[in-house]
Nanobody, 122 residues
Framework: QAHVVESGGGSVQAGGSLQLSCTVN????????IGWFRQVVGKERERLAS????????VEDAVKGRFTISKDDTRKNTAILLMNDLKPEDAAMYYC???????????????WGEGTEVTVTS
């Protein structure tokens, strides 16, 4: 069993940056792939980026160039989503997902955090 903990988020002016952090607290010998998603009320959850246990990132085209995902090498099973040049349409509830990473294709949608809200003011 694992527990996903998100931090960061808040309110920022358009054009600004925010950093979200996600830590997967589970058995210390297990590895996880981690992903960030966002959802606006009335719309489906949208995948933004993910990173596997070896640090290989994958960012959706819709946010590529503005959002990056990386591993926090100081904390096990922690990923950082850095969001630059934020726009009002980026405002949403941001969720972190994770799953056990066995070395093959890993989809981070088994364990979920409670979400953190991002507001972008124009």
């Amino acid at each position: 069993q694992a527990h996903v903990v998100e931090s960061g988020g808040g309110s920022v002016q358009a054009g600004g940056s925010l950093q979200l952090s996600c830590t997967v607290n589970g058995p210390p010998d297990k590895n996880y792939c981690i992903g960030w998603f966002r959802q606006v009320v009335g719309k489906e959850r949208e995948r933004l980026a993910s990173i596997d246990k070896d640090g290989h990132p994958d960012v959706e085209d819709a946010v590529k160039g503005r959002f990056t995902i990386s591993k926090d090498d100081t904390r096990k099973n922690t990923a950082i989503l850095l969001m630059n040049d934020l726009k009002p349409e980026d405002a949403a509830m941001y969720y972190c997902g994770a799953d056990r990473d066995y070395g093959g294709h890993c989809i981070p949608n088994y364990y979920w955090g409670e979400g953190t809200e991002v507001t972008v003011t124009s």
